[in-house]
Each structure stands twice: as C-alpha cells, then as structure tokens.
C-alpha cells in the first residue's frame, strides 16, 4: 500500500523512502527503528545523511504550522530521520540494546502518539 | 592519581544513614503505614500545570496509591481545584478519562451536572427526591495547589502544613523556570518493583557510568571527573536535588549537530552556563557551575523532576502496591517556533528515551533480587545521599503519630 505522499521536487530521488518512513509521531518512529536489523537502519541513515543540509534549509523558509504538503511530508521524513540516528551514530550492532526496558511495555501518551505540527 | 570534582555538599546529613534496611519496606504492612503517613498525609504533586493551561481546562489523573481518581480543574476565576472524580448521587465515576476544556460536568448514569468549581447545578427530575441539600452536596474536594509547573493535592482533610512549608525553601528558588514549556512526550509504564526501588534509580549518578555506557558513553565524566562525583548536592527538608556536571569534551555526533545547530542544544549537549546569567533562578544550577548538564530534584516522596537549560522532564512513581508502581514521565521543551525547534526537541526526545529506558531497565531486576529476601540492608555512598534523604524523611514522617 503506499500513501500517494509526495515530496517537494528538489528532493524526488528520496521518494522511495516516504511510505516507510514518512511516520508523524514518535511511538511509531521507534516502532518502526526497533523491528530493523542495523543494516536496515544504516541503509536510510546513509540514503537520508546526504542530504540534511539543504532538508533543513529547504524547510527552514517555513512557519512549521503552515508547512504545504509535500514539505510537510519530508518533514516527517527528516524527523523520522533524526530520531532514529543514534543507533548508527553510537556505533551499536543492534537497534535494540538488550538491558534496555522493553518497548512493548511501554505505553506511548498523546504527546508521543501524535505529530506536533 | 587523577584529580575529580569533590562534590559540594549542602544541608543537614546528620540524620541520613548510609545503611538501609530494605527488606521490610517490601512488606504489605510497612507498605500500609506508607500509604497511611506519607501519601494520606503530604503535599503530592499529581499533574504538570500544562495538563490544566487554561481556563476551564480539567484533567483527570488517577492515584492508585490511594484507589482514587481526580478531577483536576481550572476555573473561570483561573484557580486550580481538584475533585474525587465520583458523582454524589449513586457514586459513578463522573469524568472518563483523558482532559479538555468545560465548565460542567454531566454524569453519564442520571445526569446530574457538576460545575467545574465543584458545586451541584443540576439534578434530573429533582421533584421526586425528598430530601436533597444541594448545597451539601457538591464534588468532595481535595485541598489542591499549583506551584510552578506541579499541580499539588493534599488528602489530608487538614493538611499539617501549607505546600509553603511542606517545600521549605525551594518554595521560591524556582520562579517561573518551568513556563512557556510544551509537553514533547509522555509515556506510562508499570514495572514489578516496589516504588522506593524506582525512585532511587533516578536520585543517583553513581550508575550512569555502568547503565548508561551505550546510550550516552560521555555526556558526563571526562578527564576532570571520571568518577563523575555529581558537583553540587544539597539536602532540604524532605527533598534533595544535585547538579550532574557534564563532560567538556564530550564528542557531538553528526546529526546532534545538524538538530541542536537549528534549534537550541538540550540533552545529551549542554549549553556552556554563564555565570552572567541571571535569569536562571537560585534553585537551578544553584552552584552556578559552568560545565552543567542539568539538575535532579527529588520532590518527597514520589516525584522527580530532570531539569535542564531549555526542557525538563518530569517522573512520577506511584506506588500501585507494595510491590508495583505505576511510573509517568513528560519531557517538557522550549515552545518550537521555527522547523529548526522541531528537529532539536526530535533529537532530544529520542536520546534521552533510550537512557529513562534504561533506567527502567534495572527496576525488575532489583525488585526480584530483594524480594528474595536474601539481604536486608542497602549500602548508600556519600554520591547517593539524596537516596538516604528520601529514607530519613519516610521515615520520619512514618513514625509520627
């Protein structure tokens, strides 16, 4: 299934990305992080990585709570991003550590459930 | 030999003991006594004020550790007031759960109608009862006050002290830190482990270098303090707090640098403090340390409060039962105004989830060790004083008549 989302032309070739992860909220930012193996993980970290910058400058000519559609869309996107770095960037071998409480026990409240914007 | 920060140390330690006993807090009567003494007795804070931002806004917040649940509102005279969220005629739950906007409340069984500020407004087919005192039948308040950004209650029918006293001087050391905040996230878990064991996890940083290496191997330390002793901790009537000084040199990674280059750095980076500045009120960063990462204050008995330059993040442990709590957590940030905002408030949600679910991670463990019974006392080191304060003052309140 895809969403028909679609993202501001300068950044067509990050299309592909948009179905899987294009995701509004944090609960289902982490969901999504923590069934990848870090291969997977590294895959979009490194297909998103080249492209920060001008994301943010793109985005950045914005008010966020009047960003149109498709910079909404890459906003998503590129948060997605953000939150799901660390992993790769803390140089781990899993996305999940093991010590850590486990995430189906945790219950996500509306501010972790839902997009700010 | 390396050098290390020496803590400074405030307030009175000549009541704290660095041995506990452990083993019989575990019990089901002790547990009573505590419920009975601390919880019946003192000034909780149950809610974050921002759950109540406006006028006739209403929240409701259950407390299992008195099988309770509140209704929390503001109203049109903007003063908070809590509720048993039960209706006087048959004893339903009034409000289901969740929070918004009202000036009423209408009990979904008969339909009586609550006004937010507490009183009967209106009973259905009122001809056919004989004797109904309106007047005597409002919501049964629970004695409730904001302060900063905490919604406080007292069950007691006659609080033995006002929420003035019950802080002491922390009263007035965080004036309006916490305002123009916005919630980023909250998460709810509940964990077998008795909530004294949850607490602790978070009024110590003795265990960031061991629990925390893989999530954040170097926001604190560093070859000025690698035994990361914290560098101020001060002990005040039941509450304690102590700053966490972070690591200089510690490495930003390419994407912090991306979020926290937009918007404003919050944890795992920390701003440089300046002494200069002096709108950070005396009870945060009270030391006025120049490497500090953030504070940590333990509000008596069941809440902590992580407090940074920019978010802080609130935690309570609501003890279900002897052996149950009920933990809540809301990190609160900066309001966001530009996309540069939102993508540092990202960063910072994420990382400092995966430490809070670390923390998390040793409760179980620890709960079902001590429950064995195979020990009875906990050694506490000068670097966890704020665990022997929240001992001292249960207890001392647990001894009153």
Redesign the interface.
């Known amino acids: 299934m895809t969403t028909g989302k679609t993202l501001p032309l300068e950044f067509a070739e990050l299309e592909p990305l948009v179905d899987q992860w294009a995701l509004t909220n944090?609960k289902d930012?982490?969901h999504k992080l923590l069934s990848l193996s870090i291969q997977e993980l590294r895959q979009f970290y490194d297909a998103m990585?080249p492209h920060?910058?001008s994301i943010?400058r793109y985005?950045?000519q914005?008010?966020?709570k009047k960003?149109p559609a498709d910079a909404k869309t890459l906003?998503h996107l590129?948060?997605t991003?953000?939150?799901?770095?660390?992993p790769i960037?803390?140089k781990?071998t899993i996305t999940d550590?093991d010590?850590?409480?486990e995430?189906n026990?945790?219950?996500?409240?509306?501010?972790?459930s839902k997009s700010?914007? | 030999m390396n050098a290390t920060t020496k803590t400074q140390f405030v307030g009175d330690a000549s009541r704290l003991k660095s041995r506990v006993n452990i083993l019989k807090r575990l019990r089901p009567e002790f547990y009573e006594k505590e419920v009975e003494k601390i919880f019946r007795r003192g000034w909780l804070p149950v809610a974050s004020l921002t759950d109540v931002p406006e006028t006739n806004s209403y929240a409701v917040v259950d407390v299992p550790t008195l099988k309770t649940s509140l209704i929390l509102t503001r109203g049109e005279d903007d003063k908070i007031r809590a509720f048993h969220n039960i209706c006087r005629h048959r004893g339903n739950r009034l409000v289901p759960p969740g929070k918004g906007c009202k000036r009423a409340f209408s009990c979904g069984f008969h339909g009586w109608a609550f006004a937010n500020d507490g009183r009967l407004i209106s009973v259905t087919d009122r001809t056919q009862f004989d004797d109904l005192d309106e007047g005597e039948l409002g919501l049964l308040k629970v004695h409730a006050e904001a302060w900063e950004d905490f919604v406080f209650v007292n069950f007691d029918p006659a609080p033995r002290e006002s929420l003035r006293e019950w802080l002491g001087k922390m009263y007035d050391e965080y004036t309006g830190y916490f305002s123009d905040r916005e919630?980023?996230?909250?998460?709810?878990?509940?964990?077998e482990s008795n909530w004294n064991v949850t607490i602790n996890s978070f009024s110590e940083g003795y265990h960031s270098l061991y629990v925390h290496r893989?999530?954040v191997?170097d926001y604190q330390g560093g070859k000025d303090n690698p035994q990361r002793h914290r560098a101020y901790l001060e002990l005040m009537k039941r509450n304690a707090r102590y700053t966490a000084q972070g690591n200089p040199n510690r490495k930003e990674?390419?994407?912090?640098a991306?979020?926290y280059g937009?918007g404003r750095k919050m944890y795992p980076a920390f701003p440089r403090y300046m002494p200069s500045d002096n709108t950070v009120p005396p009870g945060v960063n009270a030391s006025r340390n120049e490497n500090w990462s953030f504070d940590v204050l333990e509000m008596f008995p069941h809440v902590i409060v992580l407090i940074g330059a920019h978010w802080h993040a609130n935690m309570w442990f609501w003890p279900v039962d002897a052996g149950r709590t009920d933990i809540r957590v809301?990190?609160l940030a900066y309001k966001?105004?530009?996309?540069?905002?939102?993508?540092a408030?990202?960063?910072f949600?994420?990382?400092l989830?995966?430490v809070f679910?670390?923390d998390?991670?040793?409760?179980e463990a620890i709960g079902a060790m001590l429950r064995s019974g195979a020990m009875s006392d906990i050694m506490l080191s000068r670097q966890e004083l704020l665990i022997q304060q929240h001992y001292a003052a249960a207890d001392e309140m647990i001894q009153q008549p």
């Open positions: 944090e930012r982490v990585f920060a910058e943010v985005l950045e914005y008010d966020p960003l906003f590129f948060v991003f953000i939150e799901t770095a660390y960037e803390l781990w550590i010590d850590s409480f995430l026990r945790l219950e996500f409240g509306e501010a972790s700010p914007i | 919630k980023i996230a909250s998460y709810r878990i509940q964990v893989k999530t191997p990674t390419p994407v912090e991306i979020a937009h809301d990190f966001a105004e530009t996309v540069g905002d939102h993508f408030h990202a960063y949600r994420a990382r989830r995966e679910r670390e998390i991670g040793t409760m």
